[in-house]
């Protein structure tokens, strides 16, 4: 690792708080480390879109390495062979969430909690093994998020990109007013 600039992820980084930023660049840290065995979702809430989420996971994926990244949709967690999905990947990206109460299931909180979970691949005999797959979300859904559980507040970091006018403008077309 070399110490440099980085204009790039300076100029991405404006669409977020000073507090957001940190906690952002700290979690996508940890999924760089091995060790690091933290136990919530990112979950970037974009109500607007345009923000540059896609391209921020691709980018991601793209360094990590994409055989150790999945993807998942709405009901990739919900049958038997849920797990033989993500046993083996260290990311597990959910693009343009839809549903609310996506912290709230069991295999969720298995999966951020590091638990151990029986994978289960098809004509396959079934194993245990702990999970270690960080997971980053994000849509222009709000969560819903009980203030009185501890066990759905801890599982989830929520950030909410703002985006200037001149900010969308860059990578949007205009017409010749600039609209």
């Known amino acids: 690792d070399t110490e440099g600039t980085h204009p790039t992820w300076d100029h991405y980084m404006m669409r977020y708080t000073k507090d957001e930023g940190d906690v952002f660049k700290a979690f996508i840290w940890g999924i760089f480390d091995a060790q690091n065995s933290g136990r919530q979702l990112l979950y970037i809430y974009d109500p607007h879109g345009f923000s540059g989420k896609s391209v921020l996971t691709n980018a991601i994926?793209?360094?990590?390495?994409?055989?150790?990244?999945?993807?998942?949709?709405?009901d990739s967690l919900n049958n038997q062979f849920a797990f033989s999905?993500?046993?083996?990947?260290?990311?597990?990206?959910?693009?343009d969430n839809k549903n609310p109460y996506l912290i709230r299931s069991e295999k969720m909180h298995q999966v951020l909690?590091?638990?151990?979970?029986?994978?289960e691949k098809k004509g396959k005999s079934s194993f245990s093994i702990k999970l270690q797959t960080k997971v980053i979300a994000s849509g222009n859904t709000k969560l819903s998020?009980?203030?009185?559980?501890?066990?759905?507040?801890?599982?989830?970091?929520?950030?909410?990109p703002k985006l200037t006018d001149d900010m969308i403008k860059e990578f949007a077309v205009v017409d010749k007013d600039g609209n």
Do not use: M, Y
């Open 113 to 119: 909690g590091n638990g151990f979970a029986e994978v």
């Open 61 to 74: 994926a793209s360094v990590l390495g994409e055989d150790i990244v999945t993807g998942l949709q709405k």
């Open 85 to 95: 999905k993500i046993w083996n990947k260290r990311l597990a990206i959910i693009d």
């Open 145 to 160: 998020i009980d203030p009185d559980a501890n066990h759905e507040r801890s599982r989830v970091i929520v950030i909410e």
